[in-house]
């Protein structure tokens, strides 16, 4: 029985030693595997939905990256001869083209007719892709696509129906033509008649003056103008627009679009300076004021019209 109890515990150091080696060998695998490469997970596919076509009948070409990390970036799509197979419309044209950019995936499709026979290659198409866990670009690549192009027309057949003969078109005017033709001597001979009349003295349509005096307009617009029992808010806002048509006739400015502090720079008259304030605090900041100051204001109005030259 003495001879047993070494010879368990030596078994027992063993079956420990043996416990720790697999809990290493499980973590050394774990790190490992949490450590590979994503890239070698991506997976490059494209399809030709046909490799025979006809002239003038469109292909498609479907080019997918899978598995791709979920913040990877798009850096540069081309194709290997910076596009120079397409350069010739006459032979081969992408009729259309779009891309799709999913979560962990990039679809491309190409619509691609060719107008000329034979044997045609598509040339390889690059996808650039960038991925947040690496500061190198990765290359993608499609390759060679070989498509036989065939004519629409049988090979067998021996003769090709003429083409119907072109009819001729008669247009609806045709049996106007004197009677437009008149119309257009018409209108020219009316148009070299007032050509000649243009340096006389008379004219077909009277001229209208703007305004003949801009001084005598205004003030009769005053003293038209009632103060009593109206707001202070009408009362001025008139008043704005009888002194405004003023300035714009007399002094030729536009003054409808231009605010007081724009007045300012070009009169120095205090009374107008004085009006303007008043109207301004009506207009903006709601003030009423008496009768009294209305009539005050309206014969400063017809003062400021008489002196200013």
């Known amino acids: 029985m003495t001879t047993l109890r070494p010879l368990l515990a030596f078994l027992r150091e063993e079956l420990n030693v043996l416990k720790f080696m697999k809990r ?3 973590t050394c695998l774990f790190i ?3 450590c590979s490469n994503d890239l070698n997970d991506v997976k490059l596919s494209y399809e030709l939905d046909s490799e025979k076509t006809e002239i003038g009948y469109p292909i498609n070409l479907n080019i997918s990256l899978d598995n791709l990390d979920e913040y990877y970036s798009v850096q540069e799509l081309r194709w290997s ?3 120079l197979w397409i350069s010739d ?7 259309s083209s779009s891309i799709d950019t999913l979560d962990e995936s990039l679809n491309l499709n190409f619509e691609i007719t060719f107008w000329d026979t034979g044997k045609i290659v598509i040339p390889p198409y690059f996808l650039s892709m960038n991925f947040p866990d690496s500061t190198d670009i990765i290359l993608f690549s499609t390759d060679s696509i070989n498509i036989s192009v065939e004519s629409v027309i049988d090979s067998t057949t021996v003769s090709i129906q003429q083409d119907k003969p072109i009819k001729e078109i008669i247009f609806p005017f045709e049996k106007y033509r004197l009677a437009l033709i008149f119309i257009i001597i018409f209108l020219l001979l009316f148009i070299y008649y007032l050509w000649r009349k243009r340096d006389k003295n008379t004219s077909i349509i009277p001229k209208k003056f703007f305004n003949k005096d801009p001084k005598k307009d205004s003030v009769k617009k005053l003293n038209n103008l009632k103060f009593k029992g109206i707001s202070s808010e009408i009362f001025y806002n008139e008043l704005s627009i009888i002194l405004k048509k003023y300035l714009e006739n007399q002094y030729y400015i536009i003054s409808f679009e231009m605010t007081s502090e724009e007045l300012k720079t070009f009169f120095d008259d205090k009374d107008l300076l004085s009006l303007l304030k008043k109207i301004d605090s009506v207009k903006f900041a709601n003030k009423e004021y008496s009768d009294t100051e209305k009539k005050y204001d309206l014969e400063l109005a017809k003062k400021i019209v008489r002196k200013l030259l």
Do not use: A, G, R, T
């Open 81 to 83: 001869d910076s596009s």
């Open 32 to 34: 490992l595997l949490s």
């Open 89 to 95: 419309s006459s032979k081969v044209i992408i009729k």
């Open 24 to 26: 290493i060998i499980i």
